[in-house]
């Protein structure tokens, strides 16, 4: 149930800004204010990807970090420090970002 209102929430802030950090924090927020009493809490990741400048911008709230295969054969944990939602209302809005080039691959999983 919680998972499906943070999505909805995601998705009308994500329609309303283009920043991820922004979009993150205003969702963990509102689900804050929502579930702040219950102790419920859920892990996001979301990311934008630009093809016109290949960057991927990514925010994870506790959630497992994406793998980046780089064309190369390297592989890299995407990880990020967020904390999940529905723990403080507050969070920090800090995303981060990497360029891909033709050969790489992101995996998400869960």
Do not use: Q
Not at 6 to 13: A, C, E, F, N
Not at 27 to 52: E, I
């Amino acid at each position: 149930f919680y998972s499906l209102g943070v999505r909805s929430m995601l998705r009308t802030y994500a329609k309303e800004f283009e920043d991820v950090g922004t979009v993150m924090a205003k969702t963990n927020a509102l689900f804050y204010r929502d579930t702040g009493d219950t102790g419920m809490f859920v892990t996001v990741l979301m990311s934008y990807y630009n093809y016109r400048t290949k960057e991927l911008t990514y925010f994870s709230c506790g959630h497992n970090p994406p793998l980046w295969r780089r064309s190369n054969g390297e592989i890299i944990s995407l990880n990020h420090l967020g904390m999940a939602m529905g723990l403080t209302e507050k969070m920090e809005a800090t995303t981060r970002k990497i360029t891909l080039e033709a050969g790489d691959l992101i995996v998400f999983y869960t």
